[in-house]
């Protein structure tokens, strides 16, 4: 697999435009909230109220998870840029602020009425993990109308979230803009999010991954639940029949990268302590997706990703703290 090298931009991001609300908790406040441990559940805006007032102090950043994996690529060096729905609120304000502050282009118009501003609700236990709870806002009304047609035929690959694929009209903007970036000889890729979303979605996923998607990106957990099955290997082999490109994770044993037939194991990247799991999946695509962009063979692209992986979980957040192109001694293009 090869990206276009010529091109104004090296990825855009489709997905939800959420602004991250992490907190420290227990493993005691998990099970008096009802919080599911380390998944990520939607909630309706007065769950999320509710459980807003039972956390912590905590902190806010923009996220989303292709919004993270964007301004990933930015860290590396690479050209991004992203689309998503905000509102012209408060929360909207600091999702622009943020994402262009880390080099992503983001030029989609704030919509002027409807739901307020997307937010995650994160509470991150003593063990790293991360639980989510998130209201989805406007961010889920995302239409094909809001595809800048233009702006993905611009980029080399086209990056999809699966978080967003819960509303008729955000799954219809998925399939124009992929259907967009494929009409232009471009990378498709898709990222299936979380095992919850597959369970929902198997079946269309399964049709749209096989005729739509060249590059596809999953932990052990969202493979497995993909294909009904508890044999990773076999998981990995299903989805290598559908792309072009497997990319799975699998948390502390590395990834592997299915290509051509071919299978490739890799590490970790070690980090001196697990603080914050949020994010890990999002800047291992990140990294694989740069080392597509630069030309790398398929083992670079995976340790890319675990390098970028490394570094975000060893803070909370799920988007770099530190210049990702100094760790792999990439200079800025």
């Not at 919509?111 to 639980?131: F, K």
């Not at 299936?192 to 399964?206: G, N, P, Q, T």
């Not at 749209?208 to 590059?215: C, G, K, P, S």
Request: net charge negative; proline share 4%; aromatic share 6%.
């Amino acid at each position: 697999m090869r990206a276009k090298p010529d091109l104004p931009l090296d990825a855009v991001g489709v997905g939800n435009a959420i602004v991250d609300v992490i907190a420290n908790v227990s493993d005691d406040f998990l099970v008096e909230q009802g919080v599911v441990k380390g998944a990520m559940t939607l909630i309706d805006a007065e769950r999320a109220t509710s459980l807003y007032a039972a956390m912590p102090p905590g902190m806010e950043v923009s996220g989303g998870s292709a919004a993270n994996t964007m301004a990933g690529i930015a860290s590396l060096g690479g050209r991004a840029s992203y689309i998503g729905k905000v509102r012209d609120d408060q929360l909207g304000e600091v999702f622009r602020h943020d994402t262009k502050a880390g080099g992503v282009a983001f030029d989609v118009p704030a919509a002027t009425l409807g739901e307020p501003t997307a937010r995650s609700l994160i509470q991150v236990t003593p063990d790293g993990e991360r639980s989510m709870n998130t209201f989805l806002g406007i961010s889920a009304h995302l239409s094909p109308t809001d595809i800048d047609e233009s702006l993905v035929e611009s980029a080399a690959i086209t990056y999809c979230e699966g978080y967003l694929w819960d509303r008729p009209e955000a799954k219809d903007a998925i399939r124009h803009a992929m259907k967009v970036a494929s009409d232009a000889g471009r990378i498709v890729s898709l990222t299936l999010s979380d095992s919850f979303c597959v369970e929902r979605h198997r079946a269309e996923w399964l049709d749209l991954i096989a005729d739509h998607v060249d590059l596809v990106f999953a932990n052990e957990a969202e493979a497995c639940s993909m294909f009904e099955t508890d044999d990773f290997d076999s998981a990995v082999d299903g989805l290598a029949d559908l792309v072009e490109v497997a990319a799975v994770t699998r948390s502390a044993k590395g990834s592997v990268v299915m290509s051509g037939g071919e299978r490739i194991d890799i590490g970790v990247t070690p980090a001196d302590h697990v603080v914050d799991a949020t994010g890990a999946g999002d800047q291992y695509a990140a990294g694989f997706i740069y080392g597509l962009s630069i030309g790398a063979d398929m083992l670079r692209c995976g340790e890319l990703g675990s390098i970028a992986a490394g570094e975000v979980i060893s803070h909370v957040g799920a988007r770099p703290h530190v210049e990702l192109a100094q760790l792999i001694r990439v200079p800025h293009s």
